[in-house]
């Protein structure tokens, strides 16, 4: 997982040109002023989803892991919890739904938690299991920008 901010200095290290690409569309685009929905950066391999939604108690949010994309979670308004815990391969699985690429967990032990505020990221791989979603104190509203960007690109 890396937790990282638009508003940090820019540093001298770089993403991969995948990640770089779905992070130059978010900075390229006022996602506050732009309708919810899905859009194509690269077809399928690249893509940005801009949801509307309320968070929720931690305990009514399903952990989660995708083992073809990664996630790049970037809130645009209002302040989004998310969990992570390193995935093992030991962890209880709830549901694996056929041909979507999702696994939700149970029961997991070490989850730590980030208040993620306007202008803030997370990047979630396949060996992070996270839990987006969850309130930060009371459930509130939060716009996000969910960019999927295709594992096997990097």
């Given amino acids: 997982m890396i937790f990282a901010s638009a508003h940090a200095k820019t540093s001298p290290y770089k993403y991969p040109a995948a990640i770089q690409t779905a992070l130059d569309w978010i900075a390229d685009h006022d996602a506050a002023q732009m309708e919810a929905g899905t859009y194509e950066l690269q077809g399928k391999d690249i893509y940005v989803m801009i949801q509307d939604f309320t968070t ?3 305990g009514d949010r399903c952990p989660e892991r995708h083992d073809d994309y990664l996630d790049i979670q970037y809130i645009v308004s209002g302040v989004e919890r998310m969990g992570y815990v390193p995935y093992t391969g ?12 999702v696994t939700f967990y149970q029961d997991l032990t070490g989850e730590a938690f980030v208040d993620v505020t306007p202008g803030s990221y997370c990047i979630f791989f396949s060996n992070d299991i996270h839990r987006p979603g969850c309130a930060a104190g009371e459930p509130a509203p939060v716009r996000k920008v969910v960019a999927k960007v295709k594992q096997s690109l990097l």
């Avoid at 030991?90 to 690429?101: F, I, L, M, N, S």
């Fill in 56 to 58: 929720q108690p931690a």
């Fill in 90 to 101: 030991a962890e209880t699985v709830q549901e694996d739904p056929e041909g979507k690429d």
